[in-house]
């Protein structure tokens, strides 16, 4: 009940084209979905995270879709560039700092995304 | 931007030693995790600390395992007697509100590579 399923391992994507990261959840008290960016050496960084009162989110050219019902979730990068090449993790939370939560992440397995030129 | 701070970058130890590993949390934070990453696979929770307690744990944050919080600056964790199956990234994390309910939310430092020998 505490998994997340992220799809695909790796993914491949031409410069320019919409790069699609798919993840599936269980624990239905999940209520917050960050997607991480981590490049070689380095910690996860933020990228964007939705709850679910919406069904999209979008920040520049990365968008959030959130199915509530599916237990769904996915990022969507758009116009991807070869700096976009990174590990890309998916994650669910009870919210982080809302009532008392420790919003203690459980993390997808990963794609690397390569972005060639 | 504020960071959290991890030291060392990397510390490789044998087998049965114990290591500390060091972090300082962005100051207004009042949340800290513990999180590792081995090899080419997910981040996995270890522990949450909050109020001078450790708030949650997970299975992997076993007897060999602990936190402290020894000034108002630093985040430790130790390692008692480290297995090799201890290597691993491990990235501290910190998080919160503040009076007027702003949420910073969770800002990851950028690891500790632990090789164990």
């Known amino acids: 009940q505490q998994q997340v399923k992220q799809s695909p391992q790796s993914l491949i994507v031409q410069k320019g084209g919409i790069s699609i990261i798919n993840c599936a959840y269980e624990?239905?008290?999940?209520?917050?979905f960050p997607w991480y960016q981590q490049f070689p050496g380095k910690g996860p960084a933020l990228l964007i995270a939705i709850r679910p009162d919406v069904s999209e989110k979008k920040e520049g050219r990365f968008t959030i879709s959130f199915n509530k019902s599916a237990k769904q979730f996915s990022l969507h990068i758009m116009d991807s560039q070869p700096g976009d090449s990174a590990t890309y993790f998916c994650a669910a939370s009870i919210a982080p700092f809302y009532g008392g939560s420790q919003g203690n992440l459980i993390f997808g397995k990963g794609t690397k995304l390569s972005v060639k030129p | 931007e504020p960071e959290v701070t991890q030291t060392p970058s990397h510390q490789v130890t044998q087998m049965g030693q114990e290591v500390i590993l060091r972090c300082v949390p962005i100051s207004n934070h009042l949340y800290f995790y513990w999180y590792r990453q081995i090899l080419g696979q997910k981040v996995e929770f270890l522990v949450s600390?909050?109020?001078?307690?450790?708030?949650?744990k997970s299975e992997i944050f076993d007897d060999q395992f602990s936190v402290e919080r020894p000034d108002g600056s630093n985040f430790t964790l130790k390692i008692r007697s480290t297995k090799l199956e201890d290597s691993a990234m491990y990235f501290c994390a910190s998080g919160g509100k503040d009076s007027l309910g702003t949420n910073y939310g969770y800002t990851f430092g950028s690891g500790t590579r632990l090789t164990v020998v």
């Open positions: 624990n239905t008290a999940f209520d917050y």
């Open positions: 600390f909050y109020n001078n307690e450790i708030s949650e």
